[in-house]
């Protein structure tokens, strides 16, 4: 029998200074805004999966004080949140001084609780004068876009921390100009490349500009610009097709790389937001057709039918430690009523994140995707996110368990050993060089937990 003391029962850290967090988005939270297209796109009845509008949300606009509060009661020290560019340039060319104010009080809020801020310039949403113009397709579109950067930079610069230019490039082009389930509701191929060669073109402007805006040599200061892109990872059904497995590579880099080779130079971290896990069956057309049906297979889905597949994370950081870049995982998380496999996916994933952290990946830092339910886009209030429910009438905040589970984490900085429970117990061996003629144990000569 091995010896007891390969049975590991401390915590298993995470680096000094690794930053635990919430991530959030302004139009998914806040509440009580129509200046941008999702408010006009949600009033036409069929486009959001449970008929409702975003409307009051959570009222995070008002409440944000108590939400940052539950941040801080989490253990967390940093905090991803967005601006609504609509409500600071609700007109073209007018800028909103009262908004910015609100703004820059939910930043101070923020540091005043030690979370260092991640601030997202432009997620999904735009405002309506903008779309009117015919949003990323307008001539137009960089020139607004890149004036609006630069405004938030200067007066919003000195209360953050890391920047993300823009959230999931890639989906806003897949959802908006592919799938057309979301505004502007466009399938077109060439429309969505054009469109996705031109946010290619915004981010590495608006990396320049924020440089040019922030950087202070004198102070020997420069600002931390990236973005937070979506990635999945994706392996073939059929691992002796040589068919699916170009496929495999061609999805790879269509989906995870193309945008960070387009702007390759124009990243001080690398941001990634991993929800997704697909097996490609048979690379052929249409392209819904490549992907097995999990549920088929009774695997364990959230409730939109996303595999729930932790172990995937850990390959996307060893993919992407190519880039030499710190990596922060700015959003994970899961739809789901059932609670317990939302602490099991925080388990799950932060432990492979840990295993992919030992191997040499340079991760700081984790933002679960969200503090609370809110407003799912074209899914409505149908997918339940958050680490805490909301009581309908009241819209207070009722902690879930998996809330108790991210805060003994994050407390710890790692995993404490009694959250292994959540995944099934597993025995870890100290890493040891084999001496010659040595074999290694067979895994049932080791004592069980």
């Known amino acids: 029998m091995s010896d007891p003391a390969y049975h590991r029962h401390e915590t298993r850290h995470f680096p000094p200074g690794f930053l635990w967090g919430i991530a959030t988005a302004a139009h998914q939270v806040e509440g009580g805004n129509d200046k941008n297209d999702w408010s006009r796109w949600e009033r036409v009845p069929g486009r959001i999966q449970d008929g409702s509008v975003s409307g009051l949300v959570i009222d995070h606009w008002h409440r944000y004080e ?38 820059a009080d939910v930043l101070r809020a923020a540091h005043a609780r030690g979370l260092k801020v991640m601030l997202t310039i432009w997620h999904f949403t735009l405002p309506t004068w903008f779309a009117d113009l015919g949003g990323w397709e307008s001539p137009r579109a960089l020139e607004l876009y890149i ?28 959802q908006g100009y592919l799938s057309g389930a979301w505004p502007p509701g466009v399938k077109a191929i060439v429309r969505s490349q054009l469109v996705a060669l031109k946010l290619a073109k915004a981010h590495r402007l608006a990396y320049r500009a924020l440089h040019e805006e922030l950087d202070s040599p004198e102070q020997a200061f420069r600002a931390q610009v990236g973005l937070a892109q979506n990635v999945l990872s994706i392996e073939a059904y059929d691992q002796h097709s040589v068919l699916d497995w170009i496929g495999v590579q061609v999805i790879d880099f269509w989906w ?13 971290f690398l941001g990634l937001n991993y929800y997704f896990h697909f097996r490609l069956k048979r690379f052929n057309w249409p ?120 805060r003994e984490i994050c407390r710890a900085n790692g995993l404490p050993h009694e959250m292994l429970r959540y995944i099934g117990h597993a025995v870890d061996q100290p890493y040891e060089p084999l001496a010659t003629g040595v074999h290694a144990q067979p895994d049932d000569e080791h004592p069980k937990p």
């Open 147 to 174: 004036r609006f950067v630069r405004e938030v930079a200067r007066r919003l610069g000195d209360q953050v921390d890391f920047w993300c230019t823009m959230n999931e490039p890639n989906v806003y082009v897949s």
């Open 256 to 268: 995870n790389h193309l945008y960070h080779t387009l702007t390759r130079g124009c990243h001080d």
């Open 66 to 103: 108590a939400d940052l509060d539950l941040c801080q009661e989490l253990g967390n020290n940093a905090h991803r949140l967005s601006v609504e560019w609509s409500r600071l340039e609700p007109e073209e060319g007018r800028w909103d001084g009262e908004s910015f104010l609100h703004y």
């Open 287 to 406: 392209p819904t057709s490549f992907f097995v049906e999990v549920r088929r297979e009774r695997r364990d889905t959230s409730d939109v039918g996303w595999e729930l597949n932790p172990a995937g994370i850990f390959r996307v950081l060893k993919d992407f430690e190519r880039y030499h870049l710190p990596i922060y995982i700015t959003e994970n998380g899961l739809p789901s009523q059932n609670d317990d496999r939302r602490k099991r996916l925080i388990v799950a994933t932060l432990k492979e994140t840990y295993h992919a952290i030992n191997s040499g990946v340079d991760v700081r830092g984790y933002f679960f995707w969200s503090l609370a339910d809110n407003f799912e886009w074209e899914k409505g209030y149908v997918a339940k996110f958050g680490l805490c429910a909301i009581e309908p009438v009241t819209l207070n905040r009722i902690p879930r368990g998996s809330f108790s589970v991210y």
